[in-house]
DNA sequence: GTCTATAGGGTGATAGAC
DNA sequence: GTCTATCACCCTATAGAC
């Protein structure tokens, strides 16, 4: 289950291994993991190599393709990675007064992006030609996706647009922090004014309708 | 003038030419960077290439150094047409009404970014590792938030926030827009909406200051 | 699993002939 | 201005020894 967590389920393909050896290859996984992301912040998604990567784990290009069957595997892995994050660090449960829990929702998701901008990059964008995601690579993002939903249906926010529009301001008040100010507050301070914004308007949405 | 909206104004570091000669580069630089903006449409801003792009205009790599230093001149280049094209397609001026005219321009913006996904790109993120725009091309951005932010002070809307907020509000529906669906309009449905609860919140921002 | 060696490509940029 | 030739790198990926 924590080798699941750390994307190392291929048991099932590959040569059987005890479990010793298992978590040793888990291990180094997560380490050519975390190498990965190191790189990427200092010089961007793209400019990711592979000599640069082994040498920051200590190992020549060739042998990181004993732990990840290509460049864009890994892209993979960064990006579930990513959203394993998401999942460990965000809970879309929250207060019962829906106002204040978006609130709080919305501050933690904007400082999750405004953390790591790259991370938020890989996640969001679609910014290295020739990757998009694998389906398997995709799986923690829906879930992430379907968690955000049910906790918006057990609110009573159920129309797919209201959720579109929730996900249109909060990538907004993200994508322009990252981009004229990366690792600031100033669009930080808008984020309690548009969940007010939001939550007004679907009020609004619901009297009309009575 | 002509040949100043064509970023081709360096006539004064550069040998003295005839009229004759300029209009030709002129020409010719404007056909270079139409191919690359070709180019970077079907492969990506960061996978654009000099020798891809001097075959499509016929040459070879090292005669596009004639029309432009580096590499990062051109995506100079494009950033700054990037910018001229949405001053001459976007007229933030509008109805009297600031409800219809935000509307209208919001739409407007929204289909400039739709309508060519990598121009946006290049213009509102930062997706070129290494690259940033240079002081130069910076010029025609500058013009365009500053022509918005005549033409909001001139509907009373002068506080830099409601700027930022306005800023956030759009470039949400379009990043969400161009990452998930790109060329598509479920997001676009949304622009109205968003402009109501923009106005609104204006609106009755103004009123608790009565 | 890790290595060396290398295949088989790619890149931006420059020198110098015409 | 355009060319050929080339420099000096970069890259991902594989073969095969140990």
Redesign the pocket.
């Known amino acids: 289950m924590l080798l699941t967590l750390l994307g190392v389920s291929n048991a099932d393909r590959e040569p059987r ?1 005890s479990s010793r ?1 298992e978590a ?2 888990a291990a ?1 996984r997560a380490e050519i993991l975390e190498a990965a992301w190191e790189l990427v912040r200092e010089h961007g998604l793209a400019a ?5 990567l ?1 040498a920051r784990v ?6 990181l ?3 990840f069957d ?3 595997a890994l892209y993979d892995a960064m990006f579930a990675d990513g959203y394993r994050q998401a999942l460990a660090e965000l809970d879309p449960s929250g207060p019962d007064d829906t106002r204040r829990a978006l609130k709080a929702w919305a501050r933690t998701f904007f400082d999750f992006c405004n953390a790591d901008p790259v991370r938020a990059q890989l996640m969001f964008q679609r910014p290295v030609p020739g990757w998009e995601p694998s389906p398997d690579a995709y799986a923690p993002s829906v879930e992430f996706l379907e968690r955000t939903r049910r906790a918006f249906a057990a609110r009573g926010i159920t129309d797919p647009q209201d959720l579109d529009l929730w996900t249109a301001l909060l990538s907004g008040l993200v994508s322009q922090q990252l981009a004229n100010e990366p690792g600031g507050d100033r669009w930080a301070r808008l984020v309690d004014r548009v969940c007010d914004m939001y939550v007004n308007d679907i009020e609004t949405k619901h009297k009309e309708r009575q």
Do not use: C, I
């Not at 200590?58 to 042998?63: H, K, N, V």
């Open positions: 291994r050896q040793r290859r180094t990711l190599s592979l000599r640069d082994a200590g190992m020549r290009a060739p042998s393709y004993s732990y290509s460049k864009h």
